[in-house]
């Protein structure tokens, strides 16, 4: 199977930077994007930054500028690097990763989230 494993979150203040990673293992054929969401209290999970395998990148609006998604495809790694950070970014964030499972077969594997908060 696939298990995906993010790290990095932590307690910030207003103005400061974190960088979350997140990495991809197990038996697959291969890694088409890795992404990020974030869910706050009471609020619906939504999609912050997406890396395509062809290092396509998309951010949500509230984060352009701020945030940085990069990507290592040998190591099947994803960096996430937040500047500027916001009490707004304070969330659960997740990694995705959507996995060519076999030639046949797509899935979507979730992490088990890490916590950012942002003080003010």
């Known amino acids: 199977q696939v298990q995906v494993v993010e790290s990095g979150g932590g307690l910030v203040q207003f103005g400061g930077s974190l960088r979350l990673s997140c990495a991809a293992s197990?038996?697959?054929?291969?890694?088409?994007?890795m992404a990020w969401y974030r869910q706050a209290p009471g609020k619906q999970r939504e999609l912050v930054a997406i890396?395509?395998?062809?290092?396509?990148?998309k951010y949500a609006d509230s984060v352009k500028g701020r945030f940085t998604i990069s990507r290592d495809n040998a190591k099947n790694t994803v960096l996430l690097q937040m500047n500027s950070l916001k009490p707004e970014d304070t969330a659960v964030y997740y990694c995705n990763a959507h996995v060519r499972v076999t030639i046949w077969q797509e899935d979507d594997y979730w992490g088990q989230g890490t916590q950012v908060t942002v003080s003010s």
């Open positions: 890396i395509t395998g062809d290092d396509s990148t």
């Open positions: 197990g038996s697959f054929f291969s890694i088409t994007a």
